[in-house]
């Protein structure tokens, strides 16, 4: 057992080993993953999964490879 203060809000955290993070608290951390979740929200206005995959079989048929697979195309 050991502890640490965090150094985000100083608080005192008893921790069996100081995280890999560093000496940032539980309550920090999560505090760190909300955030990182909000800045990186944007990733859900994007394209869909489904519309990246139509968007590389588009610019693999215009790089000339038929993307459809194969087992459809040779039945
Ligand atoms: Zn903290």
Do not use: Y
């Amino acid at each position: 057992m050991g502890m640490f203060l965090c150094e985000e809000c100083g608080k005192a955290e008893v921790v069996d080993v100081i995280p890999r993070r560093g000496k940032i608290c539980f309550g920090c951390h999560i505090k760190g993953i909300r955030l990182g979740f909000a800045h990186g929200k944007e990733d859900f206005h994007g394209p869909t999964i489904k519309e990246r995959q139509d968007l590389q079989v588009a610019q693999a048929k215009s790089a000339g490879i038929n993307a459809e697979p194969v087992g459809n195309r040779w039945v």
